[in-house]
């Protein structure tokens, strides 16, 4: 973790350090930390703050982009990529579902399971 980036948690001596660090910028991309069209921090910027390889750093970023969480642009840098109408819809939801959990008392890790089923149910029926 930097001071320019506090967002930023991963545990670099840990074999996924690339995954961590995918999870750690969707995460903030997801919670607001990193507005759309914000400017990430270069590969080997990111590498230093983390303590990892640049080339761990740039397959996060690849990694990130084939998800549709950033947008590359060579040597302009990469962004969050700006959320379209479908992204809106489901932040929408999800913020509705979760003030539903709250209000109803079910805990944070019996609502990410009942989600998890939902998203293998659905992904297993549109096969």
Do not use: D, H, P
């Given at each position: 973790m930097t001071a320019e980036l506090p967002w930023l948690h991963i545990d670099a001596s840990a074999p996924n350090a690339a995954a961590q660090l995918h999870d750690a910028i969707a995460n903030a991309a997801a919670e607001g930390t990193l507005a759309p069209g914000e400017k990430l921090p270069s590969v080997r910027s990111l590498a230093k703050a983390c303590n990892v390889a640049p080339n761990t750093?740039?397959?996060?970023?690849?990694?990130?982009?084939a998800a549709g969480i950033v947008e590359t642009d060579g040597r302009r840098g990469t962004r969050v990529k700006p959320w379209g109408e479908v992204e809106r819809s489901l932040q929408e939801a999800l913020a509705h579902a979760a003030r539903l959990a709250v209000s109803s008392g079910v805990g944070s890790d019996a609502s990410l399971a009942m989600?998890?089923?939902?998203?293998?149910?659905e992904a297993a029926s549109s096969r």
């Open positions: 750093a740039a397959k996060a970023i690849k990694s990130l982009a989600f998890e089923a939902a998203l293998r149910t």
